[in-house]
Nanobody
């Protein structure tokens, strides 16, 4: 059973920072592309950032320069450091694990989601 356990969400003021964590089990972590997605009220789920085992990353244009994704293979954990948060970042954030071997044929596994609220 694949399990993705997220932590670090919460309420933060505009301009503040949060660090999300996602601990994975049930997979060979190094074989998976890890990603963060988010879904705001009334909006479709969108890719925020993803990272390959090589360290290659990509980001949504809306978060470039503010968010940083990283992974620690020894801990089977992926992180999302979020700085300079704005109200538009308010959403449920989901962790995703996608097998490199099945890239293009599977959407992978998902965490339960963690709420991030940016408000004064």
């Amino acid at each position: 059973q694949v399990q993705l356990v997220e932590s670090g969400g919460g309420l933060v003021q505009p301009g503040g920072s949060l660090r999300l964590s996602c601990a994975a089990s049930g997979i060979i972590f190094s074989m998976y592309v890890m990603g963060w997605y988010r879904q705001a009220p009334g909006k479709q789920r969108e890719l925020v950032a993803r990272i390959f085992n090589s360290g290659w990353t990509n980001y949504a244009d809306s978060v470039k320069g503010r968010f940083t994704i990283s992974r620690d293979n020894a801990k089977n954990t992926v992180y999302l450091q979020m700085n300079s948060l704005v109200a538009e970042d308010t959403a449920v954030y989901y962790c995703n694990a996608r097998s490199e071997a099945l890239w293009g044929r599977s959407d992978g596994s998902w965490g339960q989601g963690t709420q991030v609220t940016v408000s004064s």
